[in-house]
C-alpha cells in the first residue's frame, strides 16, 4: 500500500554516535532547494545522535543495539518499502557525502537502478593510499565486468536505488563487514539489476572520531576479496517489477 501523495525521495541516514556530526548533516539535506524526507536509523548509538537527528528535523528509527551499516540500511529499505516511496539514496551521518551532490546521483537513476556517488571519477582530490587502493582498483576492475559497464567507486556508500532495487536489497542486503557495498552490488548485478556511476567530491569527515584505524587498514585488502567470493557464491535475487512497470507491460 502506498502512503505518500507524490514521489519524494528518501535520504537514509545511518548512524553510529554521529553526534558531533548528525544535526548539521541533516540540516544540509533539508536546506537544499529540492524537499527530501531524510530517515536517520539510529543504529544502537550511546550519545545523543538521536535526539540531535530529531531536533534538526529527521525522521528517527531506533535500532535496539548496533548492527553496523548493513543492518541499519535494511531497516531503512523496509521503512522506505512500506511508506511507498520509489527512490532512496544513502547519505553518511558524517558530512563526507556532500549533500549537494544528491541530486546528481538520483540523476543516474534515469538510466539505471542502482547510481553509485563515484570519488574516484575524475572529480575531486579525495585519495586512498596502500592495500585500500590496491583493494579498490581490483575490486573496481571485477565488479566493471560483472556490470558491463565502467565502475571506479564499488565500495562508496553514497548511492541510489529505485523501487527495483529496493525490492533487491529487502531480499538480500547483508549486514557483515564490506558486504553493506561489494556483497549488496554483486548480487544486485547478478540478479538483473542495472549500476552506473556518477562522479562526486569526497569532503573530510565533519566531525566524531573515523571508524576505520590502522588495523582494519591493514586487513582491507584480504576481506575485500573475501567479501567479493562470498558475494559470487550467493544465491541470484528474483526482483519484482514495480506495479506501475507490469501495468505499462499488459
Partial sequence: ??????NRVLVIMPAWNEADCVGATVAEVLT?????DVLVVNDGSTDETPRIAASAGATVLNLPFNLGVGGAMRA?????????????????????????????????LESADISIGARFANRGDYTVKGPRK??????????????????????????????????????????????????????????GLSVTQVPVEMRPRQGGTPSHHPIKAAVYLGRSFFALAFALTRRRSHVALPLQTMAGQK
Fill in 1 to 6: 500500500m502506498r502512503n505518500l501523495e507524490n
Fill in 32 to 36: 537544499l532547494d529540492e524537499p527530501y
Fill in 76 to 108: 531503512g529499505f523496509r521503512y522506505a518499502q512500506r511508506l511507498g516511496y520509489s527512490q532512496v539514496i544513502q547519505v553518511d551521518a558524517d558530512g563526507q557525502h556532500d549533500p549537494r551532490n544528491i541530486r546528481e546521483v538520483l540523476n543516474g
Fill in 134 to 191: 590496491w583493494a579498490m582498483k581490483l575490486l573496481a576492475s571485477v565488479l566493471s565486468k560483472l556490470a558491463k559497464t565502467t565502475l571506479t567507486d564499488v565500495t562508496s556508500g553514497f548511492r541510489a536505488g529505485n523501487s527495483r532495487a529496493i525490492v533487491q536489497y529487502l531480499d538480500h542486503y547483508p549486514a557483515e563487514y564490506l558486504g553493506d557495498t561489494i556483497d549488496s552490488l554483486v548480487v544486485a548485478i547478478r540478479s
